[in-house]
């Protein structure tokens, strides 16, 4: 956190509002948005597709209206991807061309291809303007007593 205002904050110097031609000058923020979604995508799982014809993918027949689900979380957590794929470290994204957009199958939290996520582009903005305005506008710390170590930020996946 820290180091993502800090960039923001150099960047803002004394202005106030963060603005979208703001964002396109500020790497370590959207590296920091790019983790995020690579560790919690939107939708874990894509939207189920139907296969049209029999095919063959990775050594499996796929018979003709398969039903057919994109494990996003598990991609992105996959360890022949990605190096160390458990912690959170938006560097990896400095020096790289990997995106969301569809692309780079490696990293789909908003799904590829045509079938991809039509409100993408507003959601990424979206969180863009108001994760660096709230960053450049507040710090914040943990209660007292709590350390970072105690809080669980690992999804529930437990029905009630």
Known sequence: ?????????NLMG???IVNEDDIQNMPYLRAVI?????LFPPIPL???????KKSTLEGYELQPRTIVYINAWAIARD???????EE???????NSDID???QDYEFIPFGAGRRGCPAMALGVASVELALSNLLNA???????GLKKEDIDIMVNLELQ
């Open 46 to 52: 894509l939207i189920a597709r139907e296969s049209m």
């Open 14 to 16: 004394n202005k106030n």
């Open 138 to 144: 507040f710090d914040w710390e943990l209660p007292y």
């Open 88 to 94: 959170f470290m938006p560097e990896r994204f400095l």
């Open 79 to 85: 360890p022949e991807i990605w190096e160390n794929p």
């Open 34 to 38: 790019k983790e995020t979604l690579r």
């Open 100 to 102: 969301f957009k569809g």
């Open 1 to 9: 956190m820290k180091k993502v205002q800090e960039e923001i904050r």
